[in-house]
């Protein structure tokens, strides 16, 4: 499942992702902004699931990467 789905966001890109997704979907809940504001919801999925399909599909990530220590 990891090659399918990986971690490849950072945790603050994780949070902003969530917090703009829910106002979004907020906004759209309240009729303040028509219902293209339910296209929150991807932002919200993909920052609680951590993996940006469109990263994966580029190669890219804004995850840390991990050092390995020489042994």
């Given at each position: 499942?990891?090659?399918?789905?990986?971690?490849?966001?950072?945790?603050?890109e994780r949070g902003l992702r969530?917090?703009?997704?829910?106002?979004?979907?907020?906004?759209?809940?309240?009729?303040?902004?028509?219902?293209?504001?339910?296209?929150?919801?991807?932002?919200?999925?993909?920052?609680?699931?951590?993996?940006?399909?469109?990263?994966?599909l580029l190669g890219f990530s804004t995850?840390?990467?991990?050092?390995?220590?020489?042994?």
């Open positions: 499942m990891n090659k399918l789905f990986p971690v490849n966001e950072h945790i603050v969530v917090a703009v997704g829910l106002a979004l979907v907020g906004l759209a809940a309240t009729g303040t902004v028509g219902a293209w504001g339910y296209v929150g919801v991807v932002p919200v999925l993909t920052g609680l699931v951590g993996s940006c399909p469109l990263y994966t995850c840390p990467v991990k050092s390995q220590k020489a042994s």
